[in-house]
């Protein structure tokens, strides 16, 4: 089952700019997790953010949670052509007996042009 | 760092053999997990394994099954392989005692089943 849906699908701009990607999911969670993915490769963690937290920043990246609204968001500012890659947001699956398995969205596909 | 090793970067079989994905890791983890990523539908989750000789199903097992006889190890088996089976397979680990639920990824294994 689909916990985390991403959108937009895929997001192309230009180098500087930044990148602001969405994650809406269904069901209450302990944590939500955004990894990223370089074509043909695994996936990397980037940030978690816990259900008590609002906002969390890592280097370029800030996300924000939304409980109240079961979204959450990931900027990435100042974009450079490295960053192109998958964003996934994942988030726990806590009706099957807590946090042990981890739902991934279908991610979103970022292009940055230099 | 955390080393999550799979066999094959690379597998071409024919349909009706059976398939062997290997994978090790190195942290000690007692959570392990297979998913197949496949263009559109993001990962979803084949197998997972609490502990050693501990499995439970993901959401999609059928046509799939698995072995944890030694906890850095968890191979992945395709009894007779289908041409729908050909797909990208990631495998995963996570310590169950650590919080913060971060799974660590392999590189992925490439099968195509002609």
């Known amino acids: 089952s689909q916990q985390g849906e991403e959108d937009p699908q895929a997001l192309s701009i230009q180098e500087g700019e930044n990148a602001t990607m969405n994650c809406s999911y269904k069901t209450s969670i302990n944590n939500l997790q955004w990894y990223r993915q370089n074509s043909g490769r695994g996936l990397v963690h980037l940030i978690l953010?816990?259900?008590?937290?609002r906002e969390k920043h890592s280097g370029r990246l800030r996300v924000t949670l939304d409980t109240s609204k079961k979204s959450s968001s990931l900027l990435i500012t100042a974009s450079r052509a490295a960053d192109t890659a998958s964003y996934f947001c994942a988030t726990d699956d806590r009706k099957k007996g807590g946090s042990e398995k981890l739902v991934f969205g279908k991610g979103t596909k970022l292009t940055v042009n230099p | 760092d955390v080393k999550v090793t799979q066999s094959s970067r690379y597998l071409v079989k024919r349909t009706g053999e059976k398939v062997f994905l290997e994978c090790v890791q190195d942290?000690?983890?007692?959570?392990m997990f297979w998913y197949r990523q496949d263009p559109g539908l993001g990962l979803r989750l084949i197998y997972f394994s609490y502990d050693v000789k501990m499995k439970e199903k993901g959401d999609i097992p059928e046509g799939y099954s698995v072995s944890r006889e030694k906890k850095e190890r968890f191979s992945l088996i395709l009894e007779s392989a289908s041409t729908n089976q050909t797909s990208m397979y990631l495998c995963?680990?996570?310590?169950?005692?650590?919080?913060?639920?971060?799974?660590?990824f392999g590189e992925g294994s490439w099968l195509t089943v002609v």
């Open positions: 942290m000690d983890h007692e959570n």
């Open positions: 953010i816990r259900s008590n937290e």
């Open positions: 995963a680990s996570r310590s169950a005692v650590l919080s913060g639920n971060t799974i660590y």
